[in-house]
C-alpha cells in the first residue's frame, strides 16, 4: 500500500492550500499528516480515526487546520487557512492499522504503519 499526497505549493501569508492523499488499498484504523521543516525533526499535526469521530490538531495549527476524509474516494484531506510562514514544511500523510488510538499515541510517528511521499507546502511573507 503506497499513500499519495498532493496539493502543496507555494502561497502568501493568509493564504489556503488544501492537501490530499489517496489511502486506497485497505482500510486503516486511523490517519494523520505530519510535516517537516528544513533543520528540523517530523511533527504531528493532526490525524483523524477511522469513524471520523475524532480529530485532534496541534496546538500549532488548531483553529486553522481541518482533517477531513472522503469515504466513496478513500482519500484525506487537509485544509489549510490562515496559513503562515512557519508553515512551511514538507506535509506527509500517514495511516495506521493498530487498535490502539489514545493520546499519548497518535501524535508519535512509530503509530502509523504507511506513509506517503510528501508534499512542500511553502508560506511567503
Known amino acids: 500500500v503506497q499513500l499519495q499526497a498532493s496539493g502543496g505549493g507555494l502561497v502568501q501569508a493568509g493564504g489556503s492550500l488544501r492537501l490530499s492523499c489517496d489511502a486506497s488499498?485497505?482500510?486503516?484504523?486511523?490517519v494523520g499528516w505530519f510535516r517537516q521543516a528544513p533543520g528540523k525533526e517530523r511533527e504531528f499535526v493532526a490525524t483523524?480515526?477511522?469513524?471520523?469521530?475524532?480529530?485532534p490538531y496541534a496546538d500549532s495549527v488548531k483553529g486553522r487546520f481541518t482533517i477531513s476524509r472522503d469515504n466513496v474516494k478513500n482519500t484525506v484531506y487537509l485544509q489549510m487557512n490562515r496559513l503562515k510562514p512557519e508553515d512551511t514544511a514538507v506535509y506527509y500523510c500517514?495511516?495506521?492499522?493498530?487498535?490502539?488510538?489514545?493520546?499519548?499515541?497518535?501524535?508519535?510517528?512509530?503509530?502509523?504503519?504507511?506513509w506517503g511521499q510528501g508534499t512542500l507546502v511553502t508560506v511567503s511573507s
Open positions: 500517514a495511516a495506521g492499522t493498530g487498535t490502539s488510538y489514545t493520546s499519548s499515541h497518535y501524535h508519535l510517528l512509530g503509530a502509523y504503519n504507511y
Open positions: 488499498g485497505r482500510t486503516f484504523s486511523y
Open positions: 483523524m480515526n477511522w469513524r471520523g469521530d475524532r480529530k
